[in-house]
């Protein structure tokens, strides 16, 4: 753990095919090798909500991509709600390890971005090399959610006159001046109504994640971390998701703002972790030389 390497970053794009024709995804890559990482951003953020730890991973020697999703930061967002779903978003995950040329990865994400790496693990278990799974969105969650994100929705869609006028006074803020997460929070809201509405109508009307039958038949290692005092990600979600998966660990964060302020001791424990995914094939390798 105390070997660091010096990690460059890359902005890379591809595109996936939709009904509407090719949408464009950009990402952000840290590092080189084969030890693959991929990253996946909360609901409506931006992938740079994921930079410090992935220049913490890049700089332990993982290869870290950190991605955004359809809809999300510097991706395209189109006003069609069968855009939006989390199997789509599994498939831009898979696209993109395509497009990196890498067998496998190890997948992690927060809130949306869990549930995401959950439909990867289930979809494609072939890709996934472990998955870090950070305030999951499950059954627990669902009242909330509902409250949450159904008023988000009637605003777009009734007043989006509401949604541009946030969006134009947001824009204005230069992002080098505020701290780093109140630009993160700026990005977050930076959505025309047209594809914010079609965002949330396509994920508020399907699946959110894969079920209980399936989780557990994840087996790919599997790093959960719960926060206490989280109405939208209760940490009963995220224990009881480590409960389902055969292969996982559970770890408690302090609280939910633990990993943002100080973020030393999870970063410590994911970093084990994902190197702890890949060690097996490295020795493998050697072996075999």
């Given at each position: 753990?105390?070997?660091?390497?010096?990690?460059?970053?890359?902005?890379g794009?591809?595109?996936?095919?939709?009904?509407?024709?090719?949408?464009?995804?950009?990402?952000?890559?840290?590092?080189?090798?084969?030890?693959?990482?991929?990253?996946?951003?909360?609901?409506?953020?931006?992938?740079?909500?994921?930079?410090?730890?992935?220049?913490?991973?890049?700089?332990?020697?993982?290869?870290?991509?950190?991605?955004?999703?359809?809809?999300?930061?510097?991706?395209?967002?189109?006003?069609?709600?069968?855009?939006?779903?989390?199997?789509?978003?599994?498939?831009?995950?898979?696209?993109?390890?395509?497009?990196?040329?890498?067998?496998q990865?190890?997948?992690?994400?927060?809130?949306?971005?869990?549930?995401?790496?959950l439909?990867?693990?289930?979809?494609?278990?072939?890709?996934?090399?472990?998955?870090?799974?950070?305030?999951?969105?499950?059954?627990?969650?669902?009242?909330?959610?509902?409250?949450?994100?159904?008023?988000?929705?009637?605003t777009?869609?009734?007043?989006?006159f509401?949604?541009?006028?946030?969006?134009?006074?947001?824009?204005?803020?230069?992002?080098?001046?505020?701290?780093?997460?109140?630009?993160?929070?700026?990005?977050?809201?930076?959505?025309?109504?047209?594809?914010?509405?079609?965002?949330?109508?396509?994920?508020?009307?399907?699946?959110?994640?894969p079920?209980?039958?399936?989780?557990?038949?994840?087996?790919?290692p599997?790093?959960?971390?719960?926060?206490?005092?989280?109405?939208?990600?209760?940490?009963?979600?995220?224990e009881?998701?480590?409960?389902?998966?055969?292969?996982?660990t559970?770890?408690?964060?302090?609280?939910?703002?633990?990993?943002?302020?100080?973020?030393?001791?999870?970063?410590?424990?994911?970093?084990?972790?994902?190197?702890?995914?890949?060690?097996?094939?490295?020795?493998?390798?050697?072996t075999?030389?």
């Amino acid at each position: 753990m105390s070997e660091r390497h010096l990690a460059s970053e890359r902005v890379g794009q591809f595109f996936v095919e939709s009904d509407g024709g090719r949408d464009r995804l950009e990402y952000t890559e840290y590092g080189t090798g084969d030890a693959w990482v991929v990253l996946l951003p909360g609901l409506l953020m931006p992938r740079r909500m994921h930079a410090s730890l992935a220049r913490t991973l890049a700089s332990a020697g993982a290869h870290v991509v950190t991605l955004d999703l359809l809809g999300h930061g510097r991706s395209d967002k189109p006003d069609d709600p069968f855009a939006y779903s989390i199997t789509a978003f599994a498939e831009q995950v898979v696209a993109l390890l395509d497009h990196l040329g890498a067998q496998q990865a190890v997948i992690g994400g927060t809130s949306l971005g869990a549930n995401v790496t959950l439909e990867v693990a289930a979809t494609a278990p072939e890709r996934v090399r472990g998955i870090l799974v950070e305030m999951p969105v499950l059954d627990n969650a669902l009242e909330v959610a509902i409250v949450s994100f159904a008023p988000l929705l009637l605003t777009a869609r009734v007043f989006p006159f509401a949604v541009s006028g946030l969006r134009f006074v947001t824009r204005r803020v230069p992002r080098g001046i505020v701290p780093w997460w109140v630009g993160i929070g700026l990005d977050t809201v930076d959505h025309k109504p047209g594809p914010l509405a079609a965002y949330v109508h396509g994920l508020f009307f399907g699946h959110v994640a894969p079920p209980a039958a399936q989780r557990r038949r994840i087996t790919a290692p599997a790093l959960v971390i719960g926060h206490p005092r989280d109405p939208l990600h209760p940490a009963s979600d995220a224990e009881m998701l480590a409960g389902e998966l055969p292969n996982s660990t559970f770890e408690r964060a302090k609280s939910i703002l633990e990993w943002r302020r100080s973020p030393e001791r999870l970063d410590l424990v994911a970093t084990k972790f994902v190197l702890g995914c890949w060690r097996p094939a490295r020795r493998s390798r050697r072996t075999a030389n």
